[in-house]
C-alpha cells in the first residue's frame, strides 16, 4: 500500500510541477494501463487526454508492485491529475487483497490526497468509511 500512496503523490506532484495533466495506473509489463493483471503502477504525463502513454517518452516512472499474492483493484480505469494537483472525478478508491483475506484501502480525494484506509471499530477490518468495511 506504501507504493500506491508514493505513486499517487509522484504522480499530484508532477502534475503541478508540469502543469500537465498526469496519470497513475495500475500496468503490466507493456507501457499500456492494464487494471486486470497488475505488476506495476505507470505514472505517465497525458496531455492528449487518451488515458494511456502515446510514448515511453510520455512515463514518469514505474513502480514495482513488490508484494506477492495479492489483488489491486482501482474504482476507475485510472488515477489522473489535473495541472492544479486535483484529483478528476470524485474519490478514488485503491482496494488491495491479500491471499490470506486480510486487505487494505488507499483512498484518493477529489483534492488529490491519498490516504490510508481506517478500522474505525476496533475489529481488525479497515473500512472506507464507518460501518462499511472491506470485503477481500
Known sequence: TDTL???????????????????ACLSDASIACNPSSPTNITIFVDPNRSGSPTSHADIIRTLELKESAITITYNRPFLAYTPRGYAVGTNGTFTVCHSSGIGNMIIVSALGRPRKAIDYDGDGIVEKTPGLPLDC
Open 5 to 23: 500512496i508514493r505513486a499517487a503523490l509522484l504522480a499530484r506532484t508532477e502534475s503541478v510541477t508540469r502543469g500537465q495533466r498526469v496519470i
